[in-house]
Structure formats: C-alpha cells, structure tokens
C-alpha cells in the first residue's frame, strides 16, 4: 500500500467519523477547495482526487490528528 492510499483511507475515515462536528465550509475556504467539496464527499459519497485528500491530510495532520 502506497503512502497516498494510507493518506486517502486516514482522511475518509476522519471526515466520515467527524463530518457533523467539523466547519466543512470553513476547512474548504483555508484550502481553497470549491464551495460544497468536503460536503459532497461526506453526503453524496463523491471521490476526492490525490491533491484534496493530500491537502486534507497535512491539514488535519497540522490540525486535528493526535
């Protein structure tokens, strides 16, 4: 397993435990992510491509992550 896939899985499994908590809106704005991003991946189970989910990563990592 390559270290983008053990990213991807971390951050999905991060937004989809902690999505109801979380300023969806507000982490997509610092990232410069497109209005609704985050929101689409939690609720309509949309893919987030490599850039997001490495950009997600260090911000949690920076962040939220313990």
Known sequence: MDINNVHRIKVEKYLQRQHKILR??????ELGFPRGT?????????KL???RITALYHYFKKNRFK
């Open 24 to 29: 969806l809106r507000a982490i997509e704005r």
């Open 49 to 51: 491509d490599d850039k």
């Open 38 to 46: 985050i929101q689409k991946f939690t609720y309509e189970q949309r």
